[in-house]
């Protein structure tokens, strides 16, 4: 027997019914008698005609499978008011016509006021013919039984019906309908539970959720179902066709479309479909149990939120919401909603999972794309991963002390890329923004933000990212005090000047840094190692593309490499076209010659670790040290007298680089050591006479030695990768 692949055991088929009526009779939606589940269709005969309902059955169904009427798989419920009770037509079809064929003989002795479970049998059964897929008057024959033999043989005998080579067991079920009228005016008859070859087939969809135990699955064919929907039921929800073609579409009250509460529901593959206006539905699906997964699903329209997480008292401890889809936002949208929306209002949430959605186009003042957001409960361990965010007032937006973690998403073209907001009385949002790619914010890139309440940032962690194009970068925008600053480092900020911010690396080209924002070191891109020329490739590989910057004032400095530079960026003449650097004079001192040597803007000579230069700054600006990522042991050969040495990378309180110069017996590497006036601290340091000041990383020190020696620096390359 042919049997559609969705009539599976604990699985209810739903597919759209057509309601109709000729003239005055009608057909409508009804829960007053029913069969199971909630609902059925109440047909109200006044003449003429006919009302009916109808639906089109899955493909698969033929003429062969009447073989089965015998065994009580085919019939609907049904309660009638009079005598006269309601048909069961099926039509099957081939390319030359159709065939209408009742099969039930309810019309002739229905019971009254009775639910009754009308069974298909044998007898009572007329065949009309028609030659195309409306007309059925062409032909008529009754053959006072339905036998697969009978029929078969019936629709042979219409020679006109049958094309060359075609046999009637091929004729495909294309039609059912449920149906009353011609005699008997002013009666009414509700159907429900209409069954096809051993499948039930409900026409709405709630009307399936109230019928179904644990554990069903709902399959729901293509087409537009008009209702919202509770799902009370541990359940799938899965459309057959996805949800191009598998539609919901609010039934107007200022409700939910889809409400959960009941825990492990997943909802898979429709498009839903709000009124855009408050009058409508407000949130797409509102979510008030554990366990849930919303997946592969459109939304457009909605007037609140696309899916919202949070409004019971119940906490929430898991749930994912992957591979959605919001197309457009309503055409009278609210403020301060989001597409996707974690928000503990009454309850504890954690353990969600919010990835690979696409979301834009979500207007009203404040709203976001996604946010998560401590309200009344705990909000902990939330993953946002490979979304893609665009044109929202917010792309990602967090509240209070969420704890979440963002990575690889894509965040493009909103006002404020990811906003962090606090209003208790110390912000301390304990998340991680890691991996994403935030461009073209027209404020903000990201933003960290108190009312009149202190911030605290130290828990926040935002490393990893392509901060580029945006109005500012990062900023931190606080009435209270900042009482430690969020850390922003290791970033991609457009250049491998790094961010822009003039109190402290005015030579910053990319993305601009306000105060109390922690940004060095930041990334740069290279092709030295490991593939390391994009951000993506660089935390894959795990290349340590490490940048700062040396600080430079007006008038004269000393600056210093404390460390191997990239190859791409370590002669003058390449920093200077990195930087385009405000001087005036620049020198490197020759220790063989002891003479200083002018560094010109094309000047390739490489600015090795272990060298000190002078430079004049016509006004204060900064230089970008890139480190390199290839493997290098830095040491510099010195001759005896003065030289320009610098400092290792990390600021040490002993003599640090002086004190590595090779020693051979009891002489001395050197006697004098200076730290010239352009340095932050000035100090001169005679050896076994005096004590020595710090070395400062990129700073120039003279060093005066008696001997030829050797500078060995404490800094390989590359730098140890930060995780």
Wanted: hydrophobic residues 40%; aromatic residues 10%.
């Amino acid at each position: 027997m042919a049997v559609p692949a969705a009539a599976n055991p604990g699985t209810l088929n739903v597919r759209p019914y057509t309601l109709d009526g000729t003239g005055t009779n009608t057909a409508a939606w009804s829960t007053v008698q029913k069969g199971t589940g909630s609902y059925s269709v109440l047909l109200t005969y006044v003449d003429g005609d006919n009302a009916y309902v109808e639906f089109t059955p899955p493909t698969g169904i033929t003429v062969n499978d009447l073989s089965t009427i015998t065994s009580g798989d085919w019939g609907f419920w049904y309660y009638a008011s009079a005598a006269n009770g309601p048909l069961l037509e099926l039509r099957f079809t081939s390319g030359s016509g159709h065939v209408d064929i009742t099969v039930n003989d309810a019309e002739a002795s229905p019971a009254i006021n009775t639910g009754t479970t009308e069974g298909v049998t044998t007898a009572s059964t007329c065949i009309y013919f028609g030659n195309d897929a409306t007309d059925q008057t062409s032909f008529y024959n009754n053959t006072g039984s339905v036998t697969l033999a009978g029929v078969l043989a019936s629709i042979d005998a219409q020679a006109a019906m049958i094309a060359g080579g075609e046999t009637a067991a091929a004729w495909a079920l294309t039609r059912v309908r449920a149906e009353i009228g011609w005699v008997g005016a002013g009666r009414t008859c509700y159907i429900d539970d209409i069954e096809i070859a051993g499948v039930t087939y409900y026409g709405m969809i709630q009307d399936a959720i109230d019928t179904a135990t644990t554990g069903d699955t709902i399959s729901v064919a293509a087409g537009t179902y008009t209702e919202d929907l509770t799902v009370d039921e541990e359940l799938t929800l899965q459309s057959v066709a996805g949800a191009a073609t598998t539609i919901i579409h609010t039934a107007g009250s200022p409700n939910d479309i889809v409400l959960i509460t009941a825990a492990n529901v997943t909802i898979d593959g429709f498009t839903i479909e709000g009124a855009g206006v408050a009058s409508g539905a407000c949130n797409g699906i509102d979510v008030r149990a554990s366990g849930f997964t919303i997946q592969n699903n459109v939304f457009t329209d909605i007037y609140h939120d696309a899916i919202f997480t949070g409004d019971t008292a119940t906490a929430i401890t898991a749930g994912l919401i992957d591979d959605n889809m919001l197309t457009g936002m309503g055409t009278s949208a609210a403020a301060y909603r989001a597409a996707i929306n974690v928000e503990s209002n009454a309850n504890a949430i954690s353990g969600v999972t919010v990835s690979d959605n696409t979301l834009s186009a979500y207007g009203g003042t404040e709203s976001a794309g996604i946010q998560v957001a401590e309200g009344a409960g705990e909000v902990s361990s939330i993953t946002v991963s490979g979304n893609t965010i665009g044109t929202s007032s917010f792309g990602i937006a967090t509240w209070n002390d969420a704890a979440a973690t963002f990575t690889g998403n894509t965040v493009t073209g909103c006002d404020v890329g990811v906003d962090i907001y606090g209003d208790n009385a110390t912000l301390i949002p304990a998340f991680t923004l890691s991996g994403n790619t935030i461009n073209n914010s027209t404020s903000y890139g990201i933003r960290v933000r108190t009312d009149s309440r202190h911030l605290t940032g130290a828990g926040t962690v935002i490393k990893y990212n392509t901060i580029t194009g945006n109005g500012d970068g990062v900023a931190v925008v606080c009435g209270g005090n900042v009482n430690s600053a969020p850390v922003a480092s290791y970033n991609w900020w457009g250049s491998a000047t790094g961010p822009a911010i003039t109190a402290t690396n005015p030579g910053g080209a990319g993305d601009s840094v306000s105060a109390n924002v922690t940004y060095e070191p930041w990334l740069y891109l290279t092709t030295a190692a490991n593939d390391g020329d994009t951000v993506a490739n660089i935390v894959t590989n795990q290349v340590p593309a490490y940048a700062n910057a040396v600080d430079l004032a007006a008038g004269w400095n000393t600056f210093s490499a404390p460390i191997g530079l990239d190859g791409q960026y370590n002669t003058w003449a390449e920093l200077y076209t990195l930087t385009s650097l405000d001087y005036s004079l620049a020198y490197r001192f020759d220790p063989t010659t002891q003479t200083f040597l002018t560094l010109s803007t094309i000047n390739t000579y490489a600015i090795a670790p272990g060298e000190g230069f002078y430079v004049k700054m016509n006004s204060a600006d900064s230089i970008p040290y890139c480190y390199s990522t290839v493997f290098s042991m830095p040491s510099r050969a010195l001759g005896d007298g003065w030289d320009m040495i610098g400092g290792g990378l990390t600021t040490r309180t002993e003599i640090a680089s002086c004190a590595s110069i090779a020693t051979s017996g009891s002489t001395a590497g050197y006697s004098h050591i200076i730290s010239p006036a352009e340095n932050a601290n000035s100090w001169v340091y005679i050896a076994g006479a005096s004590t020595a000041g710090n070395f400062v990383a990129g700073e120039g020190y003279w060093a005066f030695l008696p001997i030829d020696r050797t500078l060995g620096l404490f800094d390989p390359t590359p730098v140890a990768w930060v995780p």
